[in-house]
């Protein structure tokens, strides 16, 4: 492969703002070799980017960012070529899809005491079928114009400090991994260190996590902290682990930018070799 491997996209069936389609047409534009579409506990967009990327010569790996919480704090696991059509996988995360909307129904109505807004502005900023979830708020807080863009509404109105904040239903990182390793596939922690190196999950529980399955870290990624990172490299040695490198796009939805953090196609090919659920599309 000759172009950058990003393996942590975003379409508008989560929450970015291009559909599978566009997203596979941007990475095409970027000269990219492989693009991996990870969107938050679905897999509605596989077929679509499938389709898009036919003779293109671009490969698509198709994945998820499966939501799991560890105590107090949520902690994202990318999955990679795993069988979209595995009961336990299907079950999960359609009750995950439905935490996460019923949470949004929740927050929008402690935020509409303060601000107009409504349901039905949040549900105009998603597609059918998609996830729907914070960003989806922040995007009609942008529209309504009570805040300038995503990462204002994030810095504020939609900040876990705010009042508006609650939890939803994920599974533990534990069975995370073990619920996607059943299923065939590769699981990565994504953007593990963003709070720097005292809050990377501690060795105790890597260890329960690569002997689980564990796939790889998600090491180089713009929100993980130059202490975190030299943390995350630490414990892929200890645990031999995987590192992987992505932009987590989300076309407009996020300042990231595709392929400004990429993989090794030594772990690539790794990934492909690992994974047995799914093949590239």
Known sequence: MTGPIDLHTHSSVSDGTESPRELVEAAVDAGLSAVALTDHDSTAGWAEAGAAASGSGLMVVPGMELSTNHGPASVHMLAYLFDPSDVNVMRETALIRDGRLHRAERI??????????TWEDVLAQSVDGGTIGRPHIADALVEKGFVTDRSAAFES???????????????????????????????????????????VIDER?????????LFGLEVFHRDNTASGKERLLELAEMF?????GSSDYHGEGKPNRLAENTTSPEVLEKLLATATGAQPL
């Not at 239903?169 to 963003?194: E, F, M, N, Q, W």
């Not at 529980?205 to 399955?213: E, R, V």
């Not at 031999?240 to 992987?244: G, M, N, P, Y």
């Open 157 to 199: 109105i939609l900040h876990w400090r705010s009042g508006y904040y609650e939890k939803y239903y994920a599974p533990s990182p534990l069975d995370g991994v073990k619920l996607i390793v059943a299923a065939g596939g590769a699981p990565v922690l994504a953007h593990p260190g963003t709070r720097g190196r005292d809050w």
């Open 205 to 213: 529980n890597m260890a329960k996590l690569k002997n689980a399955g």
């Open 240 to 244: 031999d682990l995987a590192i992987t």
């Open 108 to 117: 929008v109505e402690r935020i509409a005491v303060d601000y107009a807004i």
